[in-house]
């Protein structure tokens, strides 16, 4: 007898109308619009703040708007930050890849970014109450560093950073920053190392959405970049940090929980590749949308439960090793 395969509920379910944003919906010509940071305004509407490659192949950021976070996007007509180079030259070669939280403290948003320097990727931060104009910090990490996100509040009396800078053997690890005023970055500390060999998490590993905090600490997706003779394949993981002390990694997923699988994470301007770099919760506390770029093309969304990823992270995580 053939038994049927069973099909569980998937933890990160992929919304029907995927890809949610491309470039045939912005209002002026570019190339792709992929790795959009998110955050949830006090009205309610979720923002994403894309990433938009122009056709020089440079990008920027645009904001886009929308009531339920999955359609009806209403998008800025022009771009909303552009690189300013002339004043920050480690932004030559364009802005990439931000990380939005919300700063309460401040009341105003933190926008942590790549930008692309002649020296390589360096992280940069600005701060804005509107997403229409934004206060720019300037570089706060020197290249080669990328995949960095701010902790929303403070822990201990100082804000924390979570960066990825990648070392002289082209390993990348996730570590940790702090700082008194969100200008000076010290104390750097070791999160969670790459993994070795054959598994989905070896060599270079970053954060994804900025750390969500929950009752069992914060959880941290990140995002894998594994090599393979066909070219590197992007995937996503979860992790969890100690609450009170988030340079401390409780737990990672011995497993991937997203992959590049459709026809639109499969192949574009870079092929296997899903990029969160931002999340919404939903009004029930516990409703997880994430938003990632999908083959450096386009913004795809996956829904789940909070509760139901820390569960199985429970279950099918491990303890870090916490060599240095
Ligand atoms: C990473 C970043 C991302 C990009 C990914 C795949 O290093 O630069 O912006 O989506 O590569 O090309």
Same mark, same amino acid.
């Given at each position: 007898m053939i038994m049927e395969k069973s099909e569980p509920e998937p933890l990160l379910r992929r919304h029907p109308t995927n890809p949610i944003l491309t470039s045939a919906d912005w209002p002026y010509a570019v190339n792709s619009v992929f790795n959009a940071g998110a955050v949830r305004l006090a009205s309610g509407e979720t923002l994403l703040l894309c990433r938009v490659e122009d056709c020089s192949g440079r990008s920027h950021l645009c904001a886009a708007r929308s009531a339920d976070g999955v359609g009806d996007w209403r998008i800025d007509r022009e771009p909303t930050l552009l690189p300013d180079a002339a004043?920050?030259?480690?932004?030559?070669?364009?802005?990439?890849?931000?990380?939005?939280? @919300?700063?309460?403290?401040?009341?105003?948003?933190?926008?942590?970014?790549? !930008?692309?320097?002649?020296?390589?990727?360096?992280?940069?931060?600005?701060?804005?109450?509107?997403?229409?104009?934004?206060?720019?910090?300037?570089?706060?990490?020197?290249?080669?560093?990328?995949?960095?996100?701010?902790?929303?509040?403070?822990?201990?009396?100082? @804000?924390?950073?979570?960066?990825?800078?990648?070392?002289?053997?082209?390993?990348?690890?996730?570590?940790?920053?702090?700082?008194?005023?969100?200008?000076? @970055?010290?104390?750097?500390?070791?999160?969670?190392?790459?993994?070795?060999? !054959?598994? @989905?998490?070896?060599?270079?590993?970053?954060?994804?959405?900025?750390?969500?905090?929950?009752?069992?600490?914060?959880?941290?997706?990140?995002?894998?970049?594994?090599?393979?003779?066909?070219?590197?394949?992007?995937?996503?993981?979860?992790?969890?940090?100690?609450?009170?002390?988030?340079?401390?990694?409780?737990?990672?997923s011995d497993e991937w929980l997203l992959g590049p699988e459709t026809a639109y994470e499969r192949s574009g301007d870079v092929g296997n590749v899903v990029f969160p770099c931002g999340a919404c919760i939903g009004d029930d506390g516990d409703t997880l949308r994430l938003y990632y770029g999908a083959a450096d093309t386009s913004v795809g969304l996956v829904t789940g439960s909070v509760a139901r990823l820390l569960d199985w992270l429970h279950a099918h995580g491990s303890a870090p090793d916490v060599g240095r």
């Open positions: 004043n920050h030259p480690e932004e030559t070669w364009g802005i990439e890849d931000p990380r939005l939280v @919300w700063l309460e403290e401040l009341g105003k948003y933190g926008v942590c970014y790549t !930008s692309y320097s002649e020296s390589g990727p360096a992280v940069s931060l600005a701060l804005t109450e509107d997403f229409c104009s934004f206060e720019r910090i300037g570089n706060i990490l020197p290249p080669e560093n990328k995949d960095a996100g701010l902790l929303p509040r403070r822990v201990d009396g100082r @804000w924390a950073l979570i960066h990825r800078p990648v070392s002289s053997e082209a390993a990348g690890h996730i570590w940790i920053a702090y700082s008194p005023d969100l200008r000076h @970055w010290g104390d750097h500390e070791l999160v969670l190392k790459a993994r070795r060999g !054959s598994w @989905w998490d070896a060599r270079k590993i970053g954060l994804s959405a900025p750390p969500i905090e929950t009752a069992a600490g914060w959880l941290m997706i990140y995002h894998s970049v594994r090599s393979t003779v066909g070219g590197a394949v992007y995937r996503v993981g979860l992790s969890l940090l100690d609450l009170e002390n988030p340079a401390k990694c409780l737990l990672r």
